[in-house]
């Protein structure tokens, strides 16, 4: 199975033993890399922290446990847009609880998925430094606050709108 992955994915493990090549001998190179891998594959699959634990020489063990224990590691596909939820103390007490069941409803999946056309995956996080505007989310980088339940279905229609017009072709404007 691993050597039919790396033949549909050529190109990307190129790219990664490119990486590998030029920070193997770094200290703390093994989170670098993943990191790295990650932008090029989109998460790390086991067969990828195979390939890396194969060609840095390490037990499997090794990177398997650095990717299970940062958050910032994912070994399941993400959407394109990662919606975080702040359950930090403000936030839950200012409804972010609401916020989540909200979000779940209108995109039909839970908290840790993402949806079929990928496009967006919800994840749970502890506070993300907003309090004075709870309760808050993020969608990649942008931040969101003071949200009532009512406010999530249009915020998340902004971004499906914007992914279809990306999709045909037409100018989007940021």
Known sequence: MEIEIKKNNKEKYMQ??????????????????LQKAQEIFGH???EVQSYVSDRLDIPI??????????SLFSEEPQGKYTINVC??????VKGSQE????????LHIREGETTLDK???IK??????????APVITINEKVYGRLSPSDIPGILHTYIKTNKKAAIG???KA
């Open 44 to 46: 790390l699959p086991i």
């Open 119 to 121: 496009l967006f995956t």
């Open 124 to 133: 749970v996080t502890r506070c993300i430094g907003a309090c004075g505007l």
């Open 87 to 92: 359950m930090g103390t403000a936030c839950y």
């Open 170 to 172: 037409e100018e989007v």
């Open 61 to 70: 063990s090794t990177v398997n446990g650095v990717v299970s224990f940062y």
């Open 99 to 106: 916020i989540l069941k909200t979000i779940e409803e209108e």
């Open 16 to 33: 990664l033993d490119r990486v590998i090549e030029r920070y193997k001998q770094q200290e703390g190179m093994l989170i670098r890399i």
